[in-house]
Structures are given as structure tokens and as C-alpha cells.
């Protein structure tokens, strides 16, 4: 029976905005502690983000991810060059080589750039093919 009461409140109960910038003229409009639309007033506050959250969530920019072939003994020029055409998007040959030719002379080579999730992809593909991957860092 209180519970139908409640819902029933609750449901009659309509949205109000309070203004905190106004001073109190006839005491505090804020609903009383128990009542259902005190309930209602205190859910719609908690779910709403507040404007300092929404520009946090803007602001803040999706985390890059490092694809890094090693240099090792057992691959060779060509098939490098063939495993990075094949998995990495829009690889043209000139780039794959000039990657190889860092990748054997510097000991390592970014490879591609991006979100974590096609970084993780790309590297298990590369690792697949034989060549050795570095662990993915944070670009």
C-alpha cells in the first residue's frame, strides 16, 4: 500500500529546476528528506554530468598506440616488406622498404600509429608472419 502511494507520487511528481544563484525568500525550496519527490530530485541530479565532466570527455584526446618492428636475423628485406604491405593500411612499397632498411639498420622501426585496438591487431599479425614485435607502447 505505501509503495503504490510512493509510485503514485512519484509519478504526479513533475521535474523542477532550483535556481541555488537566488537567495531563499520563504525558507529552502528543496523537497524534504522522505518524500518521494525529494527521491527523484536526488536521481535526477546523480545521473546528469555536470559541465565540468562533459569538457573532460571532450578535451580529452583517444590514446595512440606504437607498433614497433625489431630487427632480427631469421626474416628477410623481402618479406618484410611483404608483411607490412599486406597488414599495415595504405603501405606503399617505397615506405615498406625505407622501413625495412631503419628496421635493419637502426634495430627498430615504427611501423604505424593509431588507436589501441588496431594496434593490438596489427601487431598480432606481424607476430604471426615471424617478424619481432616489440610489446606496444603508448605513442
Known sequence: MAIEKLN????????KLINMAQPFRNGPTLPRLGTPRFFQVLVLAT????????????????????????????????????????????????RA????????????????CGPQEQAELYHQQLGAEGLTMAPLEKG
Open 47 to 94: 545521473m546528469a554530468p555536470s559541465p565540468l565532466q562533459q569538457q573532460q570527455r571532450i578535451r580529452q584526446p583517444y590514446p595512440s598506440f606504437k607498433v614497433v618492428v625489431l630487427d632480427d636475423d631469421v626474416n628477410t628485406f623481402q618479406h618484410v616488406v611483404e608483411c607490412l604491405q599486406r597488414y599495415i593500411p595504405a603501405m606503399q612499397p617505397d
Open 97 to 112: 622498404w625505407e622501413l625495412a632498411h631503419q628496421i635493419d639498420s637502426q634495430g627498430a622501426a615504427v611501423v604505424w
Open 8 to 15: 503514485r507520487a512519484a509519478r504526479e511528481a513533475q521535474p
